[in-house]
């Protein structure tokens, strides 16, 4: 299986928005309900961030939104701030019941 | 609180076996809405998923480690458990134990180990 493709690196000012794009195939990120986003601060472990596309976990912020159009999925933070800054992945269910993480985007907030 | 912690060797030889495994604390890996995983990420480079099991023993494996991982559940324990046969290099990483809620409804990483470094090295 090959690893949904995310941008390396995005950037913005605080207080503004971004989106990050997780590209995959009909077998993983457009078949199934099941995109989940993960934020990553170096040398902690990873936390969930929004699961089953758009959901939000409790006590998740919402500034962090989801969603998805046919193989692409999107994690939009609003009202950047600095703590925002960390390495974000998305993962997948795929269609042989395998699930498949992104390569990755380190957010820079400037 | 469920709290899962990681345990075991953090250097391994080339050509051995990795062997970790995680004790979960808090809850149990008897739960019918989890699977229970490993995922790792080697040295500069993104988060891999390894494979998940259920309590039951019912195991998914990556296609690209499936010839070499097993991945077992001791409910007696309250653990499960990692072994990579054969390792090289490319499998030194930091190795988290995760728990993996997994209905109709919804699948997702909810919670994660605070991971261990594997090395591989002679």
């Known amino acids: 299986q090959s690893a949904l493709t995310q941008p390396a690196s995005v950037s913005g000012s605080r207080g503004q928005s971004i989106t990050i794009s997780c590209t995959g195939t009909?077998?993983?990120?457009?078949?199934?309900?099941?995109v989940s986003w993960y934020q990553h601060h170096p040398g902690k472990a990873p936390k969930l961030i929004i699961c089953d596309v758009s959901n939000r976990p409790s006590g998740v912020s919402n500034r962090f939104s989801g969603s998805k159009s046919g193989n692409t999925a999107s994690l939009t933070i609003s009202g950047l701030q600095a703590e925002d800054e960390a390495d974000y992945y998305c993962s997948s269910y795929t269609s042989i019941a395998t699930r498949v993480f992104g390569g990755g985007t380190r957010l820079t907030v400037l | 609180q469920l709290q899962l912690q990681e345990s075991g060797p953090g250097l391994v030889k080339p050509s051995e076996t990795l062997s970790l495994t995680c004790t979960v604390s808090?809850?149990?890996?008897?739960?019918?809405?989890?699977?229970w995983g490993w995922i790792r990420q080697p040295p500069g480079k993104g988060l891999e998923w390894i494979g998940s099991?259920?309590?039951?023993?019912?195991?998914y494996y990556n296609p690209s480690l499936k010839s070499r991982v097993t991945i077992s559940v001791d409910t007696s324990k309250n653990q499960f458990s990692l072994k990579l046969r054969s390792v090289t290099a490319a499998d030194a990483a930091v190795y988290f134990c995760?728990?993996?809620?997994?209905?109709?409804?919804?699948?997702?990483?909810?919670?994660w180990g605070q991971g261990t470094t594997v090395t591989v090295s002679s």
């Open positions: 995760v728990r993996e809620l997994t209905t109709i409804l919804t699948k997702s990483f909810d919670i």
């Open positions: 009909s077998s993983d990120v457009g078949g199934y309900d099941y």
């Open positions: 808090g809850g149990s890996v008897s739960s019918t809405t989890y699977y």
């Open positions: 099991i259920y309590y039951s023993g019912t195991t």
